[in-house]
């Protein structure tokens, strides 16, 4: 179905689109918003600058710190009237990020995510249950459009009533389900506690996303669903879901290259890097209502522009290790949550849900990690329950190189989250 041209194009020709396009997307944000114009006068760079991708990092970058000073209107470069939808990042401080579509951006943005569901294996015979919460968040609506120009029958469920997210699975024979990964965690968790077996549902194919989740999370997705578990990335600044996403071969998340010009670079310097872990910048490069040009994502991800299995030639980004301001820095080793998920996903007398703590005693930080068991007859086995603990402070130990307190708690004893979960509690901070 929809695998169009450009995603399995020779890589000179996506290229020649993309700048092509740079070009149209950087005079466009310098004629019709002032804020480019006086960033891009004061760097001493103009338009007529661009005449390579690489001279795209002649440009100054655009922060999400640039976003709240405009808040809510000065980045936008059209009429009001020309606006047909508003929906707002996902922030939980402060005020939102407020992000402004026209028509044709809301037409671009459904062709990007129904591209990335036909990547994952979505078709028109699909039932898709959508349990992102419908809102300013643009998971929700963002796929919704994707699906419905896919050809599916869309259930907008919403997230939360996680019993009544079941039945609906069940009762209209649901084959996709779109959620954080975390959500979809704790829709088996209830499926469980109301006795449907992965068996009782008609569920083939899962499109998580919105949020970092480890290989090993997916692969137990994969099991308790009897699912194929994708991941889909984007964030509402670039458009929403839609910017990247896993096809079936799973080996890194295909980017919409002809709609946004990705560059990986140092999180240090900031210098643009040909290989390797780097922040992710992304460029908007047909945006009417809100131009983006070289936004810092603060997402760390590395780029592979090798040919894929599946015949893409869209370059593929690893799935995201975690935000340049989520890492945590523990007695100066950097740790990423993320690296903590992966080990505790090896260890089946445990589940997915688990909660980091930092603190910090007289000088030294400390890292806690609190991790339920699957068994609550394992918290009264002390023997066993010693045993538990240290092989996993162990392996977090392999991995991070540093020591962690491991704290096994009773099952369903950890807060839930029906969109984004929290994982990382810093009180150094406070
Ligand atoms: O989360 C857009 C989205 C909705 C993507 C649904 C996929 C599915 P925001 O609320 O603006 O937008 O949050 C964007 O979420 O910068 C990442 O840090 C994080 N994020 C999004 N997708 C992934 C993912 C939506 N697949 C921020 N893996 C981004 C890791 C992700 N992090």
Redesign the pocket.
Same mark, same amino acid.
């Given at each position: 179905m929809i695998f169009s041209e450009i995603e399995k194009a020779p890589r000179k020709e996506i290229e020649k689109i993309q700048l092509e396009r740079l070009k149209k997307a950087v005079k466009y944000a310098y004629d019709n918003v002032p804020f480019y114009k006086k960033k891009y006068d004061e760097a001493n760079v103009s338009p007529d600058d661009i005449k390579s991708l690489e001279d795209i990092s002649k440009l100054p970058f655009t922060t999400k710190q640039d976003l709240r000073d405009n808040y809510p209107y000065g980045l936008m470069a059209v009429d009001m009237k020309d606006i047909v939808r508003v929906h707002a990042? #996902?922030g939980t401080s402060g005020k939102p990020t407020v992000v402004f579509y026209t028509r044709a951006d809301l037409e671009m943005w459904s062709e990007c995510v129904a591209r990335i569901i036909a990547a994952a294996g979505g078709t028109d015979k699909d039932i898709v249950q959508i349990a992102?919460g419908y809102g300013l968040? $643009?998971?929700a609506l963002?796929?919704h459009q994707g699906w419905e120009k896919i050809g599916a029958a869309v259930v907008p469920a919403s997230s939360g009533n996680t019993e009544r997210q079941v039945m609906l699975m069940k009762d209209l024979k649901v084959t996709a389900l779109v959620s954080t990964p975390s959500y979809a965690l704790y829709i088996s968790e209830v499926m469980e506690k109301m006795g449907v077996k992965k068996e009782d549902l008609s569920l083939r194919l899962g499109l998580f996303? #919105?949020?970092? #989740?480890s290989e090993a999370m997916h692969k137990e997705l994969e099991k308790k669903f009897g699912i194929v578990s994708t991941?889909?990335?984007?964030? #509402?600044?670039i458009i929403?879901?839609g910017v990247s996403g896993e096809c079936i071969k799973k080996c890194g998340?295909h980017i919409n290259e002809d709609y946004f010009y990705p560059e990986i670079v140092d999180t240090e310097s900031l210098a643009p890097k040909k290989s390797g872990f780097g922040e992710l910048v992304l460029t908007a490069l047909c945006k009417e209502g809100l131009p983006i040009i070289r936004y810092r $994502?603060?997402?760390i991800t590395a780029i592979n522009y090798e040919k894929c299995e599946c015949g893409r030639t869209f370059a593929r980004m690893e799935?995201?290790k975690g935000?340049s301001d989520d890492m945590l820095i523990i007695r100066g080793v950097n740790v990423f949550p993320s690296q903590i998920e992966g080990v505790l996903m090896g260890f089946s007398e445990i589940g997915g849900n688990y909660e980091i703590i930092v603190r910090r005693e007289g000088y030294l930080d400390s890292l806690e990690v609190l991790v339920e068991v699957n068994d609550a007859q394992l918290l009264i086995n002390f023997a066993s329950l010693e045993s538990l603990q240290s092989r996993i402070r162990h392996s977090l130990k392999t991995v991070l190189q540093i020591d962690a307190k491991v704290k096994l708690v009773e099952p369903l004893s950890l807060k839930r989250y029906e969109g984004?979960a929290k994982r990382v509690t810093d009180l150094r901070k406070i």
């Open positions: 990042s #996902s992102f968040f $643009t998971g963002g796929l996303g #919105s949020e970092a #989740s991941d889909n990335y984007g964030l #509402s600044e929403g879901p998340m $994502t603060k997402d799935k995201i935000r984004k």
